[in-house]
């Protein structure tokens, strides 16, 4: 069974940054769209970024937009996630995941819509 492997997570200081890296555990994987999401104790899993690999389309969450940034590598058949400018609500744990069929634009932020999912990296930011 594939599962995204994610990394990069950490203690940090307000207004610092984070890059959160994820890739699949099996190398020949291959996905159409991979995202992030990130949940917070008591509250729902909630969309943070995502990118399509088909066309390189990016989405952000309304909670990160201006501040993230997602990006991919070909090669590695990775993403990472930069947010800059961290707040304590930003604390929470960063899930990666990936959806193998073909992605709708209106389905990118929903979490029923990922088939595999990694086991989280935890992020904390202190204030």
């Known amino acids: 069974q594939v599962q995204m492997v994610e990394s990069g997570g950490g203690l940090v200081q307000t207004g610092g940054s984070l890059r959160l890296s994820c890739a699949a555990s099996?190398?020949?994987?291959?996905?159409?769209?991979m995202g992030w999401f990130r949940q917070a104790p008591g509250k729902e899993r909630e969309f943070v970024a995502a990118?399509?690999?088909?066309?390189?389309?990016?989405y952000y969450g309304d909670s990160v937009k201006g501040r993230s940034a997602i990006s991919r590598d070909n090669a590695q058949n990775s993403i990472y996630l930069q947010i800059y400018s961290l707040k304590p609500e930003d604390t929470a744990v960063y899930y990666c995941?990936?959806?193998?069929?073909?992605?709708?634009?209106?389905?990118?932020?929903?979490?029923?819509?990922?088939?595999?999912w990694g086991q989280g990296t935890q992020v904390t930011v202190s204030s």
């Open positions: 995941a990936a959806r193998v069929r073909n992605t709708p634009a209106a389905a990118v932020t929903n979490t029923r819509a990922y088939e595999y």
């Open positions: 099996e190398r020949t994987f291959s996905s159409n769209c």
């Open positions: 990118i399509r690999w088909s066309d390189g389309n990016t």
